[in-house]
């Protein structure tokens, strides 16, 4: 017996708690049925016309992005919108579209977990906990207090500085160019990461003892904060900053997969870029 959309959302659910997504996040099954058959999985990013043109393209079942196709209520399904667009597509081929978003984020082994390792970083904690730390895991070998929330904190293996850091992780996340703020020669040993939009953020990491905060869709204010602090800030953008979880999330999925004995595929979409590029 193959496994269908509710099989899935079952393993997605074992990875990213659904009960950890912010309250204004919209996540989980976005369009299709429980029960359609799942024979081919795609992870990408965002559910755009052309991922999912691709993805009923190969013949893909099901869809699990990041960021979530219906994130504010919709009034009307125009067939001529993006979003419309995706809908139409996945119904007439009858193919199930998913979201992980802050949850995934949040969660244990999540993708600020990824980010944080990608980056050299140790003895990782959660920058902010949940509010209600009764939903929240503990690690059971009390090793550390909670170990999901919003963003990472953890320590370089060796300190440095700003503009050393700033190198080293543009070469870790393959990246042209990042934004930086903060003098160059700031020591730095304890490093904040949030993925995505970091701003909400940036309160939590000034009251933290990190000296720099990595994060995506930072602005000008935030970095002159920062700057009168005497701490670090790094934009690597919010494209990178989350594209990374694609490749991770797929192999994650696949283990689980393999476990129940069915034979799926599941595919790492490749055709994502950037919105922005540096010109």
């Not at 269908?4 to 919209?26: F, K, R, T």
């Not at 007439?92 to 979201?99: E, G, K, N, Y």
């Not at 002159?224 to 953008?237: K, P, Q, S, T, Y």
């Amino acid at each position: 017996m193959s496994l269908n959309v509710g099989d899935v959302i079952e393993i997605m659910e074992a990875l990213a708690p659904s009960h950890l997504a912010e309250d204004w996040d919209n996540v989980g099954l976005q369009v299709g049925r429980i029960d359609w058959p799942v024979q081919s999985i795609w992870v990408a990013l965002d559910p755009t016309p052309a991922v999912m043109d691709a993805v009923c393209g190969a013949g893909g079942d099901l869809l699990i992005t990041h960021h979530p196709l219906i994130f504010k209520p919709l009034q009307k399904i125009d067939f001529s919108t993006p979003e419309g667009k995706v809908v139409r597509r996945a119904v007439l081929d009858q193919t199930a579209v998913f979201s992980a978003h802050t949850n995934l984020d949040s969660a244990k082994e999540g993708l600020n977990d990824l980010l944080a390792r990608k980056i050299g970083l140790n003895q990782i904690s959660v920058l902010k906990p949940p509010v209600d730390l009764s939903k929240s895991d503990r690690d059971p070998m009390g090793e550390a207090d909670v170990v999901e929330g919003m963003g990472r904190i953890g320590i370089l293996e060796k300190k440095t500085t700003l503009a050393r850091l700033a190198t080293s992780i543009k070469k870790a996340l393959e990246l042209v160019s990042i934004q930086v703020a903060g003098r160059p020669d700031l020591p730095v040993g304890k490093v904040a990461v949030c993925t995505g939009s970091g701003g909400g953020l940036l309160s939590t990491f000034l009251a933290s003892g990190a000296d720099v905060y990595l994060s995506g869709d930072l602005t000008y204010h935030n970095g002159r904060a920062v700057e009168a602090m005497d701490r670090g800030l790094i934009d690597i953008g919010h494209f990178a900053s989350e594209h990374i979880v694609v490749g991770d999330l797929s192999r994650r999925i696949r283990q689980a997969v393999v476990r129940t004995g069915e034979a799926v595929k599941v595919t790492a979409c490749t055709l994502e870029k950037d919105p922005f590029s540096r010109v």
